[in-house]
């Protein structure tokens, strides 16, 4: 086996009996899932330490009542104790100004969360006496979720699917008509969208039949609700990816190897599909990754507009006031959801294209 | 006398652009005959490679055939309903590409690329095709072949991957081969085997092959007859010895003047033609060539282009001198005076080398 100069070979670090492993392509592909994954926990811990010590740079407590009559400081006292916020944030191993070390204390509040972490406990809610993070993350994401989900898979056909209509009727109508709806998509808020479709479907529509016909304006369930906020949520994502599809197509079209495939014989149909959509899909695919993560995670003016009982607005809620686990608990499972979609795009690349070479 | 394969008759293909019609083909006319080669030699920017796009109709954006004749078989190319030029394409002209580089699909192995060739056709049913590819790429001196048609093309190297543009080629055995300069790509050891294997191919499988090229050491070596094109229009046309021997027109002159010769007295200058062709949406009036013409005389401005006129046994040039009425004098002045000192300065060390080695 040849060895690139300052480069170990590959699995050189691994156990011997993980080695013979990276020989066939499924062995060297369950590696790089398992490598990666494991990589995921230094990942986590850094997006802990950076939310963490922005959350507590930022001013306030979460005792703090907006406006209104505070908390007494023996309440305010109890609390601490209660939650562990009596305890100092983080304590350094060295003190600086007096050039001495300090002596190790595992229960500053990093340290514990940490721990905790560790062990699958995110700790309890501020806002909501006695509920974990856990369950309010368990109630809140599902919707989220499903929302998500749905609008993403109305992405792939639909965004995917104009762009490519667009780019191989370049010029044409049919391409004016698509760019310009993706144009218009792209350019209006999703707020407006949501408000003008709750004009149009839910108040006029019913207006206009009489209470037969009209779409939910708010609330969820697995019925006719969930249409409004899918649409308004996939809309964005629609537009971009229907304009990358289409610049990506028109990009491929003219590629050497499509006129080989043309000069070949070959009928339209299969120079679309073998040749030119197998090429122009690859930038697709690795906008679809972050797309999907940024669909799940929710998205507070749609949950916002629709009333929907999701994530995105239990984060913002959190934020508010000052629900200290409960943000860590949010950015951890988004941090979480991005780490594993743009595993599975990296996954998807080495069967998409050959050149891909696990690293 | 062979059977002509295909006629080509004043074919005209331009490009509507904003800048203007660019006549990149204008009048061209010539035929192949079955089994023959034909070199088709010119600078680049000529015409050569759109005549070539023009037969298979595979002219790109915004250009198109705007009149003329192609005959394949007496059958009319540029009236074929879609499904006929499809099964047209590939089948009975098949074309190599100039890039190799680029001229694979990256994400599909190199056996399904050869062997969709075939299954676009009729003529291998889809279990014959699947053996052919290995039985191809053996042909074509690819080594393991049967282990290299699961390969991708990035992992075939440059002369391996022209080798697999062949063999896709021949894979329906068309009467008629076109190559677009397959060799420039590729550095020259890998050159001779693909020139040895092109020449082996045409003599055991028969087939017709139209080489487009500006390497006049590979005609030399391939072809029966040269068709010489510039600005669009062919300029001179006969077998390759004669046209070698005694070239006619000034451009077909230059162009073998131009390039170092084993044969040639080491005393003759290289000759590099001064300038540049035309731009095709403005062609000169009178004969295209005479701005950059080392033997222009004033009728070559003033008048009409020159018809191709009979110059020899099957030859033909476009030119109101020709290289035989030439005086000895000028010729000489030619071939002394044409590598200017900024032409040699712009073609700089390793070419200028050539040219002082052979003064010496």
Redesign the interface.
Known sequence: MAVIAGRPARGALLPPQLRALTGTRSGALAIFVVRRILWMVPIVFFVIVITFTLMHLAPGSPWDKGGGRQLSDTVVNNLNIRYGLNKPVFTPWFDFSTGHFIPFRWDDQFKLYIWNVAHFDFGLSYQYQGKTVSTLLLESWPYTATIGVLAFLLIIPIGVGLGVVAALRQNTRIDYITMGFATIAASFPNFVIGALMVVAFSVLAYRATGGNFYLPAAGFAMDDSLIMPVVTLALLPIAYTARLTRASTLETI????V?????????ER?VVV??VL??SL?PVVTTLGPTFAFLVTGSVIVETVFAIPGIGRAFVVAIESRDYPMILGTTILFSLVVAIANLVVDVLYVF????VRLT | MAQTLLQVEDLHTQFFTSRGVVRAVDGVNFHVDAGETLGVVGESGCGKTMTALSILRLVPDPGRITSGRILFRGKEVTRMTDEEIRDFRGNDVAMIFQDPMTSLNPVTKVGNQIEEAMTAHERFTKVLARGRVVELLKRVRVPAAEARVKDYPHQFSGGMRQRAMIAMGLSNEPSLLIADEPTTALDVTVQAQIIQLMKQLNRELGTAMMLITHNMALVASLCERVVVMYAGRIVEEGPVEQIFRSPQHPYTWSLLRSVPRVDEARKERLVSIKGLPPDLSHSPPGCKFHPRCPFVIERCKTDPEPPLGEVGVNQVARCWVLMRNVKEEDLEVAKTSALSKEAAERLKAPAAEVGGNAGS
């Open positions: 003219r590629q050497d190897f006129r080989t495939a043309w000069a070949k014989g070959l009928p299969l073998r040749h197998k090429n690859i998409i294209d050959p050149r």
